[in-house]
């Protein structure tokens, strides 16, 4: 499929995790197609970083479930600052690894998880809904009937994922240092969808990496959109590295006369990802 | 006379913190830190575990840059991260735009209001998950009362007067060990966990310290000097951990 195939699945107040960390691995191609379509009012569940920061500048942001948004070598998201300094976003902040645990207990189907996480942060004073759970169990080291955070599930109405390789049944494969948490957004989804840099025939799969890289399996994917540079400008290890001018550029635009409008013009306002994959090639 | 450096002297301190901590997973994020955890390792604590920053825990001394070649001992991807998190077997240091007297920290955001925030800053991270499970420690490369708050506007990590309130049970696996700033080193070794001025960096008084802290600090009436680095912390950290002298760009001299 392509990803305004993708886009077409998706409807106005969706819930949307995007797969990826920071500025490394994010699915930017479709992305790019959600900027370009009507779709609006969406909840975003993301390890944030430009990803975020793009769809809260265009305005489909409704509400945003994060523990960080960050370009990674720029600290801070301009564009995610903005929108969350002027009230534009409503937001659900987490401690890290409560949106693991958010994600898995929606994989599992339970309601939520315990973890120590979040005891005596300002998470509660942000997140009235917030609830603890009394172990019913003695813990380890002396913890008799403690109290812990339950972290609600986070379902996901669709998850969006970007990988290096995989056949066109939905057998995927990372190759790069790390997976993220890619493969917990796509089990807690109801719809799920992958681009990858190359689709491969399913024999060929174990050519560049062991049977180890092959964590996401067609039992966890819907659709696969096949978009070579389409983490751009984000890192998609080993097939390239981020763009770092370019994200310097989208950054910077924040601050500069032209802001959004004139980034968005520039790059973001072309028919589809092929002429803007031609616009950063000739860049 | 030395010839160290501000950000050797830091370097060192950040070094120090990790003293004791023997076979665990040492964290610190930032530049000095990562610098002077790689000094803990290469002398007096072998036994540390460090990573490369992004998903290998490497056998390497070098910090930054692995020109040969780095040597990896474990994939340590984020989701094994948390393992070791909430397992416990950690020290992390990482950074505070915020921090109180008790070691409360902020990195998320700066305002009376979290939900409307004046500005808008990276966000909770890891920080709870941090605080409650594993030992914590701070780095401040800018000392200023704008840093060390009366109050934090958000907290994210949580102090030992959030700890004690939620009792010795929940927080039996809290600690902030030690927070090092461009001017001083710290810790909580009071009878109420209030911050306490450990050593003043060579170069800056107790005066320069408490003027640069906006709450009350506990301050012993001896208070020494943080030490340099010997011969051969010297030699390792110009010729081995840091040999472009990053350290000097984040805390420069004078």
Redesign the interface.
């Known amino acids: 499929m392509t990803e305004d195939d993708v886009v077409a699945r998706l409807e106005p107040g969706m819930t949307i995790g995007i797969g990826g960390w920071g500025s490394r691995r994010k699915p930017m191609s479709v992305v790019r197609a959600i900027l370009r379509s009507a779709l609006h009012d969406l909840t975003v569940v993301s390890y944030g970083g430009p990803d975020v920061g793009m769809l809260c500048a265009a305005g489909k942001v409704r509400r945003l479930v994060f523990a960080f948004v960050s370009l990674d070598s720029i600290p801070l998201e301009p564009y995610f600052r903005r929108a969350r300094e002027s009230g534009a976003v409503e937001c659900t902040e987490l401690d890290e690894g409560m949106v693991l645990l958010g994600l898995q207990a929606a994989a599992w189907r339970v309601p939520f998880l315990p973890t120590r996480a979040g005891l005596g942060s300002d998470l509660f004073r942000v997140n009235p809904d917030l609830r603890t759970v009394r172990s019913p169990y003695p813990g380890p080291g002396g913890g008799d009937g403690e109290e812990l955070v339950a972290v609600p599930a986070l379902p996901l109405d669709a998850a969006l994922c970007h990988l290096n390789r995989s056949d066109e049944r939905g057998n995927a494969q990372y190759l790069g240092p790390d997976l993220y948490f890619d493969d917990l957004m796509l089990e807690a989804a109801e719809q799920r969808f992958i681009s990858v840099e190359r689709v491969v025939p399913t024999e060929r799969l174990l050519d560049e990496g062991s049977v180890h890289t092959l964590r996401i399996g067609r039992l966890l994917v819907d659709g696969v959109v096949e978009a070579p540079n389409g983490a751009h400008p984000t890192s998609c290890d080993p097939d390239y590295g981020r763009d770092e001018g370019f994200q310097r550029e989208y950054a910077a635009s924040a601050r500069g006369a032209g802001g959004w409008d004139g980034f968005r013009r520039r790059w973001l306002d072309v028919a589809d990802e092929a002429a803007y994959q031609r616009a950063v090639a000739g860049r | 006379m030395s010839t160290a450096t501000r950000a050797g002297v830091c370097a060192v301190a950040v070094a120090e913190a990790f003293r004791g901590d023997g076979e665990r997973l040492a964290n610190p994020i930032g530049t000095i830190p990562m610098i002077g955890g790689r000094l803990a390792r290469a002398s007096f604590e072998p036994d540390l575990v460090m990573t490369d920053g ?3 825990l490497v056998a390497d001394h070098a910090a930054f840059e692995w020109p040969s070649g780095k040597v990896s001992e474990a994939w340590n ?3 094994r991260m ?1 393992d070791v ?2 397992g416990g077997r950690r020290h992390v240091m990482m950074g505070a735009t915020q921090v109180d007297r008790y070691g409360n920290q902020n990195i ?2 700066l305002g009376p209001d ?16 941090n ?3 594993n030992t914590t420690s701070y780095w401040v490369p800018n000392h200023s009362p704008k840093v060390f708050v009366e109050r934090v506007d ?5 102090g030992y007067d ?2 004690a ?2 009792g010795p ?5 809290h600690e902030i060990r030690r927070v090092v700033s461009n001017l001083g080193v710290f810790d909580f070794e009071t009878p109420d966990h209030r911050m306490r001025l450990r050593s003043v960096h060579p170069g800056v008084s107790v005066d320069d310290v408490v003027e640069a802290t906006g709450f009350e600090l506990v301050v012993p009436d001896d208070v020494g000097e943080s030490r340099p680095p010997t011969e051969d912390e010297l030699r390792l950290l110009r010729d081995v951990i840091d040999p472009s002298g990053l350290r000097e760009a984040e805390v420069p001299d004078g």
């Open positions: 992004e998903a290998c991807p984020y989701r948390f998190v909430w998320a955001a979290p939900q409307r925030p004046k500005v808008q800053l990276l966000g909770f991270r890891g920080a709870p998950g605080t409650i499970n958000v907290v994210c990590g949580i959030r700890a309130e939620l049970v929940a927080a039996r696996f």
